[in-house]
Nanobody, 126 residues
Framework: QVQLVESGGGLAQAGGSLRLSCAAS????????MGWFRRAPGKEREFVAA???????????YYAESVKGRFTISRDNAKNTLYLQMNSLKPEDTAVYYC????????????????WGQGTQVTVSS
């Protein structure tokens, strides 16, 4: 069973950048498609981005329209790590960000993910 731990959150100014990391334990990381979700205060959990697993869809990516062109999801299977590079940040990107693992790709809904991290807070000031 893979366990996930996010890091890299913090405070950024509008227009700035942050890079989130998600470290996975276990040897099965490359067999999962991975995703990032976020939950802003008072709002529902929202899909951000997903990336395919090792194999036929390695490196395939899928983004929410709200982050397309600003965020980049990537993975390093040798390091068991998932990343989310966030550029041109906006105050509306403020949320707790979660990484998650899925057997499906693309999977823009949370019900397709069965392993979740604890989350990391991202706050963007205007």
């Amino acid at each position: 069973q893979v366990q996930l731990v996010e890091s890299g959150g913090g405070l950024a100014q509008a227009g700035g950048s942050l890079r989130l990391s998600c470290a996975a334990s276990g040897r099965a990381f490359s067999t999962y498609a991975m995703g990032w979700f976020r939950r802003a205060p008072g709002k529902e959990r929202e899909f951000v981005a997903a990336i395919g697993w090792a194999g036929g869809s390695t490196g395939s990516t899928y983004y929410a329209e709200s982050v397309k062109g600003r965020f980049t999801i990537s993975r390093d299977n040798a390091k068991n790590t998932l990343y989310l590079q966030m550029n041109s940040l906006k105050p509306e990107d403020t949320a707790v960000y979660y990484c998650a693992a899925s057997r499906w790709f693309p999977a823009p809904t949370g019900d397709k993910y069965n392993i979740w991290g604890q989350g990391t807070q991202v706050t963007v000031s205007s």
